[in-house]
């Protein structure tokens, strides 16, 4: 039998990856290509969509090449992406209009502040499952058509296409036959009523949008189209998947089942949990979305977003000089004093879920005379574990369900200290898996099993590290009723 090959292209914010997969499921080999980060003196974050579509098909080249399988051989690809980020671009050309807004962007806050003062915002939350925010692309599209020279015309002749980076690659790769965009993403737009799973007309003309110029939405495991990448197939390949990355990685990461749940340890962390066919709108500070659709069923998710978990410790690296490197974190944890009182409170910007505070401010508590280096570092990195865990029990609380394990990734799983420590204040199991590329492994899965070529036994690919929890009950409830006592401190 002929080796069969699914490629999954893992278009990020700072770059895009393409992963090939044989047909059994496993990781063969990744090829990258980073993209500029445009910032202008206002503070708006900008990408060129141009240079990310050719880097998407330059980086599949050179996966194919460098592998050196046959091109005949590759079956199926994925897409998951940077969720958010959005553009504008000429149905007739396939030209984008101007470049696209990435999520950080907040230059559409204005938007969103005529839209709230017309009373809309508790139904655009209980619609979308979304606060009404610039962070999401409904603002950012309605930027886009109101100050890009010559779009208010093409838009009145239903000249223009509204999208987020997926939809932009499926429609240049499928040249221009194919406008969609998947569940997932979709539901991130904050244009789309996720109970009756379509664009909601009322929300899209309070942003100046028509339902009618946006993408058709499809299951995550559905064919997109097909694509020779610009001639470098001589057969055309379906495009089997798409998922927004952090979806993609609660797929890769087998959380199928209501009650699943995985956190991605970046930047910043996405904590997300299936809730399974039916939505719940949280009341504890997280926001609702749709997982995916997958094989016909539509499955919700409560995610949390908190802004600096791995920043602290590029903090403590570049701003407060206490160390060299990351990798220098366990070693300082565990010469730290075991039962010190010292919090750290991240609050560089505010704090994100679930207190969504913007006015905090950012605090050391607890310091005494035996404070050093070693406590303080300590006290960054388990402010990380803290954190995840107040996202974690939230979600617990608004889906009335009991979470047994947290399924993790990111590059801080490395660090060992933080994640038993992790496992201690959760009270729950941790696991960690031997790979990092979750959300393009999630896309990839998602198109072999889309294409019947993978079935839920591609699941067991992965290898976990096990971390249980250690720590005896009483000290558990002290530590982490010392970390809810700092963050109280904090908020105003």
Known sequence: MAESYIISIDQSTQGTKAL???????????????????INEKGWVSHDPEEIYQNAVQVV???????????????????????????VWEKETGKAIAHAVVWQCARAAEICRRVEKTGAAEMIRKKTGLALSPYFPASKLAWLKENVEGAEALAKKHALCFGTIDTWL??????GTSYKTDYSNASRTQLFDIFEQRWDEEICQLFGLDAQDLAEVCDSDSCFGETDLDGFFEKPV????????????LFGQGCLEKGMIKSTYGTGSSIMMNIGETPVLSTHGVVTSLA?????????????????????????????????????????????????????VPAFTGLGAPYWNSEAKGALIGITRTTRKAEMVC????????????VVNAMSQDAKTEIQELRVDGGPTRNQYLMQFQSDILNRKVLVPDAEELSGIGAAYAAGRGLGLYGDEVFTRLKRQEYAPKMCEE??????????????SVLK
């Open 20 to 38: 090939l997969f044989d047909q059994d499921g496993m990781l063969l080999q990744r090829k990258d290509l980073p993209h500029k980060q445009m």
């Open 238 to 249: 379906p495009i089997h998947s798409v998922l927004g990355d952090s979806h993609g990685a």
């Open 170 to 175: 499926v429609y240049r790769m499928t040249h």
């Open 379 to 390: 006290a960054g990195v388990e402010c990380i574990a803290y954190q995840i865990a107040d």
């Open 475 to 488: 000290i558990r409830v002290r530590k982490y009723n010392g970390w809810k006592d700092a963050v109280k």
């Open 292 to 344: 995916w659709g997958m094989q016909g069923k539509i499955n919700y998710v409560l995610e949390g977003n908190i802004n600096y978990t791995g920043a602290v410790i590029t903090w403590l690296k570049d701003d407060m000089e206490l160390i060299q490197s990351p990798a220098e974190t366990e070693e300082l944890c565990r010469k730290a004093e075991a039962d010190d009182s010292l919090y750290f």
């Open 61 to 87: 080249k050179n996966l194919v090449e460098a592998s050196g399988i046959s091109k005949e051989s590759v079956k199926g690809i994925g897409i998951s992406n940077q969720r958010e980020t959005s553009l």
